[in-house]
């Protein structure tokens, strides 16, 4: 896994004229993530199903004067292809290209032993946390491709890595998240403009890290604004070099 040097410090405008696609964006570290590539320039578009959550974030992205973003509601469980082609067709027309993908939203799923674990829960997962990624990605690639120098980011896990027990389908689609991440990267280098990377934030004190460690005390893990570094890099020109690779902290 790879690191960014501990002295990176992203310039101002890192992401100025960049429009940059966020799931799961109304909360956790989606929420902080889209501030963050807002106040660095960046038009953000904001997805998510909660539409009350994603005008939270656009509100506080207009009130500190950063570029106007956008919202775009979906539920990523219930999402077809031809929902991410519309998608695609609509961003194109408002914005002419994508320059970052940030596959950020996540479903949980139940902390049990596989023998216990719900088949609905399972698929439901599969489908928020591989399945969506991979038709919204196979979608936006032709507006991706209007870019300059984009990137995709999807967002790893350690147990997406190495299994562990009681992670169930959440452990099994982060490892296909990184094998989705690494196949695009490999088919996309040296053709686009494209690169394919993943990162893995770790320990963040977020909603979903207190449902899987309901007896961890907040305090003790990294707060979302702690990974920004990591993530305006991969989302910059700064980052070109790198294709197909994880990082982490």
């Not at 939270?56 to 031809?82: F, M, R, S, T, W």
């Amino acid at each position: 896994m790879k690191k960014i040097a501990t002295d990176y410090q992203p310039r101002p405008n890192l992401l100025a004229d960049k429009v940059i696609v966020i799931t799961g964006a109304g909360d956790g570290i989606g929420r902080v993530a889209a501030k963050t590539c807002a106040a660095f320039g960046a038009t953000v578009i904001l997805l998510g199903r909660t539409t009350q959550k994603l005008e939270a974030v656009y509100d506080e992205i207009e009130a500190a004067g950063h570029p106007q973003a956008a919202i775009y509601p979906i539920n990523l469980e219930g999402a077809c292809a031809k929902d991410y082609d519309d998608m695609a067709q609509a961003f194109f027309d408002e914005f002419g290209r994508i320059d970052g993908l940030l596959h950020n939203a996540a479903d949980l799923g139940e902390r049990t032993p596989l023998n216990n674990y719900s088949q609905d829960v399972w698929l439901r997962v599969m489908q928020t946390n591989v399945n969506a990624p991979f038709m919204m990605t196979r979608s936006l690639l032709p507006v991706l491709e209007h870019s300059d120098s984009a990137s995709i980011l999807f967002t790893g896990s350690s147990v997406g890595y190495e299994g562990r027990a009681f992670w169930g389908a959440y452990a099994a689609s982060k490892a296909a998240q990184e094998n989705l991440m690494q196949t695009l990267a490999q088919e996309l280098d040296e053709t686009t403009n494209i690169r394919s990377n993943s990162i893995n934030p770790g320990a963040t004190r977020t909603n979903m890290r207190a449902a899987a460690y309901p007896g961890e005390n907040p305090g003790t893990v990294k707060t979302a604004e702690e990974l920004m570094s990591l993530y305006l890099y991969l989302l910059s020109d700064d980052s070109q070099e790198h294709t197909g690779q994880q990082f982490g902290f």
